[in-house]
């Protein structure tokens, strides 16, 4: 097959969008009529890939293939119908769940996590076939309802059909483009481990007058838990939470001071006076190599004169290569069952769906495949080589249950609000996703079938 398909302006694709954001698939509320319409919708567009839901023992699965490319690569594709909660509806300069479109930009919950960067996928496979009757490589979808609460049902699915998603390399649309001024392939994900800490005090909340001094104060506790987590200067305070990872090389802190960075730019852009963080590295090494363990919400009384029974708090913690969630998940129970909380009783509950950090070598053919691809589409761009601060959970698991690798291609961007209120897509990476997809499955046909995979990559770079 020569060359690549046509596309029609971008704005063309915005009601397909529109109806794809306008479904409220919230996976951490899991309401079924949403998730399933969600799913259906992906389905009726993967058509021509014989398209179809598949049940999980959470959200179904939307899977197809496109097989008719005999002595060429097999491609996974993987995806997300899921989205985060809105947040604070007055935080929403537009309904979230009503694709709004304002100075070349889609706002709406999930129009670049992970809705927008899908529609590009199907629009890219569907021009291939409606134009050229065929793609350049076989392709195979997998599309899942619970990328955002840590896939917690993907690794038995996956186990279970291993033989029917078997593939050469797994391309990501999800996982975001490093900034707007210039094209990005992402080369490592971190990890990801989520727990609540409870502390539980009275049987049930007391009135601060009649009871006030008398009892602790859950929140109280809570607060001295939580402040001990860190030093004062940013760094985790709970011992072995960084064991096993190694340190920065002074070739990737080279690479990394070479990328164009601003503090102050940074700082005056998230609103804030000054940037904190773990000493001794730089901002962007913080972002890219070093792990994190951030509190992301506290539970707990009101505006109202009580002292609460109970308080809470979740937490996550971004990991980096060398640390196993598990281990990271035991530092941190011991860590708070070694402070003496007199008066409260303190719980840890993990979530499911933890996963450590992932890479890809940039040394790997789908890596050059892309970059070419990229360039394609962005003639004189240097193309970065960045790394995700957030956490795909498939990735790990791809390689191990199918021997893949994960190549990362969404064109969503980090700085669209993802997970915010406000979430937008930039109107034209529609179509320059489109083009870069369809170059990238050109290219990619014209590797040997087998060459990609996790283990013969690793073999033939060891020599």
Known sequence: MAGIPSFKDDEHYLPELAEFVGIPSISRDSHRPYMLAAAEWLAGQLAF?????????????????????????????????????????????????????????????????????????????????????????????????????????LPAFLRQHAEQFSADLVISADGAQWRPTEPSLSVASKGLVSLDIEVSGATRDLHSGRYGGTVQNPVHALAELLAGLHTPDGLVAVP????????????????????????DAYAAELGVPALHGEPGYSTLERLWMRPTLEINGITGGGPYTVIPHLAGA???????????????????????????????????????????AYTIDPGHPAIASARAALTMVYPGEEVIFARIGGTLPATVLFEEVLDAKTLFFSFSIADEMLHAPNEFMRIRRLGEGMRAWSELWRLLGEQAPGAMSASTWAAGAAK
């Open 49 to 153: 890939a014989n398209g179809r839901l598949v049940e999980t023992d959470g959200n179904p699965v939307v899977t197809g293939e496109w097989l008719g490319a005999p002595g060429a690569p097999t491609v996974l594709v993987y995806g997300h119908y899921d989205v985060q909660p809105t947040g604070s509806p007055e935080e929403w300069h537009t309904p979230p769940f009503e694709l709004t479109v304002t100075d070349g930009r889609a706002y709406g919950r999930g129009a670049t996590d992970d809705k927008g960067p899908i529609l590009v996928v199907l629009k890219t496979a569907q021009a291939y076939i409606e134009q050229f009757g065929r793609l350049p490589l076989n392709v195979k979808f997998l599309f899942e309802g619970e990328e955002e609460i840590g896939s917690p049902n």
């Open 240 to 263: 072995g939470f960084y064991d096993g990872i190694e340190d920065l090389t002074p070739q990737q802190r080279a690479d990394i001071a070479a990328v164009a960075w601003d503090d």
């Open 314 to 356: 979740h937490v996550t913690c971004r990991l980096v290569p060398g640390q196993r969630p598990e281990d990271v998940l035991d530092a941190i129970r011991a860590h708070l069952a070694a402070v003496v909380t007199p008066g409260v009783r303190v719980a840890v509950t993990a979530e499911k769906g933890g996963a450590a």
